[in-house]
């Protein structure tokens, strides 16, 4: 059987019943935590659900010669607290935002305007003045532009491509804006991807753009708060920097009540 323990707004778990009545007996978890299992209608305190377990009554706390009370430990964190802490749609549009400023700089002022793009540029606006609003022209000027510039946006596209595959599947697991955000990219076991699930990660998102990016507004009313691309590739994106994650530590539970 399966416990999941609540504590300060939090809930944590689950953990096997062994476990749980250890820790009762031993003063990790306090008779008064609430406990809830499968098949229980409502959370009840530890006392309540396991009475064998619950050490005999100290002494009362005025009394000299009472041995101090031992601290509560922080719960143990659980994988499958972990997977539930998905990251929410708009943490992630802001960790993309944070990445386009960070590619910035190196697609766009140190290769795109190294390699002529100002050029192009004008190029194509003084074709499109020759007939102002007539399609063949506009389309012409389009042409003629993607073709001078051919090169470096390949390079860029390419860079773009290897900065989220190389980061995701680094031991950081996320890009400088997931890593900013503190959110990172996880397999269906919340361990590391690997950097070829990660390039197919990338090149998924075309399709989560090309249906109108549905694809990726889908992480804002998915159960796991997956995109297209996430499902596609079976990976999560989960709350918590990678370097944070320790089996050990607190769950970041953002509930406040003990829903089951």
């Not at 063949?136 to 596209?157: G, R, W």
């Not at 959110?183 to 070829?196: M, S």
Request: proline fraction near 6%.
């Amino acid at each position: 059987m399966e416990i999941w323990i609540g504590r300060d707004g939090e809930r944590h778990g689950p953990y096997k019943e062994s476990d749980v009545r250890e820790w009762l007996r031993s003063g990790k978890v306090s008779p008064d935590d609430l406990a809830w299992y499968e098949g229980l209608a409502d959370w009840q305190p530890l006392s309540v659900l396991f009475r064998d377990a619950v050490p005999a009554a100290s002494p009362p706390a005025d009394n000299p010669y009472a041995a101090p009370a031992t601290p509560l430990q922080a719960l143990p964190q659980t994988t499958a607290a972990v997977l539930e802490d998905h990251a929410g749609f708009w943490k992630r549009v802001a960790a993309y935002i944070l990445d386009a400023i960070v590619l910035y700089i190196p697609n766009n002022l140190l290769i795109m305007r190294s390699m002529g793009d100002g050029a192009a540029q004008e190029a194509m606006k003084q074709t499109m003045l020759t007939a102002p609003g007539d399609a063949h022209v506009m389309m012409a000027a389009y042409s003629q532009y993607y073709a001078t510039m051919s090169t470096p946006l390949i390079i860029t596209a390419v860079l773009t491509w290897l900065y989220f595959a190389v980061c995701e599947s680094s031991p950081w697991q996320a890009t400088l804006g997931k890593l900013a955000l503190g959110i990172r990219v996880t397999d269906l076991e919340g361990r590391r991807i690997g950097i070829g699930r990660a390039l197919l990660r990338y090149l998924a998102k075309f399709l989560s753009a090309f249906i109108i990016c549905i694809g990726f507004m889908m992480a804002g009313w998915t159960r796991r708060k997956q995109g297209l691309h996430d499902m596609l590739c079976n990976t999560l994106v989960l709350n918590g920097r990678a370097s944070e994650f320790r089996p050990d530590a607190t769950p970041a539970d953002k509930s406040n009540s003990f829903s089951a």
